[in-house]
């Protein structure tokens, strides 16, 4: 038996397989089961390319759910028997309305007959919605590839992702009054399906991620931190003992010029300019509910070689659990990505957060989580090579 993590391929044979998904129930919330026929785009033809409770059988019997119960659903596929301008069958579990998250599922594997077996790591994950594996085709050959990527919404967030048009309720309402027909108009043009694209959490399991840019680029990048606004009274967040947690980052751009935006001594960025990077404002007590924002030039994403994001407590008795502090990337068109910053770190008061590398014009997102004394400490362990001195904000 070959075991695959998240993002392990493994060669498949061409004709019939079959595939079990085994997950521990959640009592109270129903796990549904699904798979999608896509093309090259990455999306269904139409509806019909989406296999799941409703519909057991699509591509001519190729796919089909042939058993789903509690903890347990199987399909068959059979990749010979696919029409050409099917390029990947993707495998999905979502929770039916949201009634639960995939951290309330502990174990989760997917098996191929053949000796081919995908564990997927579930703890710590907030999302409903999950594509747990994919059939892909590849210069002729057919590969199975362990995914493990979360969605937020459930089901239908998910379908239109993958280009499944989703039907809203028809409004109860009265019959109209007879009316005579309307002139024919021009028919209209097919309307684009709406993508969702949805919450990625990097954790110990997901740690990076790579994400290519398109026609549009990258636009403007906007990094987010937010953290437990406290509540009035005593304890960590009462008024008189406030955290003043901020957001910077160190920057390097391709000619080596390297530097830091922060509070700290001012040193807000240019968004236009070098290094391409601003920070819009300072929340010094949590006070702002959307927290602080980094924002980066995606426009100018060629002449950055890498950034490391990064929060310190300038105030405040270092305790990062209680902080529950979250930090949020958006990239327009891309998926959101999320670091919780949720590990011990002890004394120290600075937290290198993320880092984003530019590989081969893609954006390269890596988790990180490690704490230290402070800048200096940090430069020293990510290799920046700059002088630091004392400042204030």
Not at 82 to 92: N, R, Y
Not at 119 to 138: C, D, N, V, W
Request: one cysteine or more; proline letters at 6%; glycine letters at 12%.
């Amino acid at each position: 038996m070959t075991t695959l993590a998240p993002g392990a391929n493994a060669p498949v044979a061409a004709g019939p397989l079959q595939v079990a998904i085994v997950y521990s129930p959640i009592p109270g919330a129903d796990i549904d089961i699904s798979a999608f026929a896509l093309g090259t785009s990455g999306k269904v033809r139409g509806d019909g390319d989406m296999c799941f409770y409703g519909q057991t059988s699509v591509l001519g019997g190729a796919l089909q759910l042939t058993s789903s119960s509690a903890g347990r659903a199987e399909f068959t596929v059979d990749l010979a028997r696919l029409e050409s301008a099917v390029e990947k069958i993707a495998l999905t579990a979502t929770i039916y309305e949201n009634k639960a998250a995939f951290d309330r599922v502990s174990s989760l594997s997917l098996t191929v007959s053949g000796g081919l077996e995908a564990q997927i790591p579930t703890s710590g994950m907030k999302e409903t919605a999950l594509i747990l594996g994919e059939f892909y085709l590849r210069q002729g050959a057919w590969k199975f590839r362990c995914v493990g990527q979360g969605f937020a919404g459930g089901l239908e967030p998910l379908a239109k992702h993958f280009g499944v048009e989703v039907a809203a309720p028809a409004p109860s309402q009265a019959a109209p009054a007879a009316v005579p027909p309307p002139a024919p108009a021009p028919a209209p043009a097919a309307p684009k399906p709406t993508v969702s694209l949805s919450k990625i959490t990097l954790d110990k399991s997901r740690s990076s991620i790579s994400l290519e840019k398109t026609a549009a680029g990258f636009g403007e990048i906007k990094v987010n931190l937010n953290w437990n606004k406290g509540k009035s009274g005593g304890g960590f967040f009462s008024r008189n003992k406030s955290v003043d947690l901020d957001v910077g980052c160190l920057f390097e751009l391709q000619d080596g010029y390297k530097g830091a935006v922060q509070a700290l001594g001012r040193a807000f960025g240019d968004l236009h300019n070098e290094p391409y990077i601003q920070l819009m404002g300072d929340d010094r007590t949590g006070s702002v509910s959307d927290g602080e924002w980094l924002h980066i030039n995606g426009h100018k994403w060629s002449e950055i070689r890498r950034i490391l994001v990064f929060a310190f407590i300038y105030d405040g008795a270092p305790n990062w659990k209680e902080t529950d502090g979250v930090v949020t990337i958006f990239i327009p068109g891309q998926p959101e990505i999320e670091v919780r910053l949720n590990e011990e770190g002890g004394r120290y008061g600075m937290c290198a957060i993320a880092l984003l590398e530019n590989d081969n014009g893609a954006v390269k997102v890596s988790r990180r989580v490690d704490f230290h004394q402070g800048h200096r400490e940090m430069d020293q362990a990510y290799g920046w090579g700059m002088r630091w001195s004392a400042g204030s904000k």
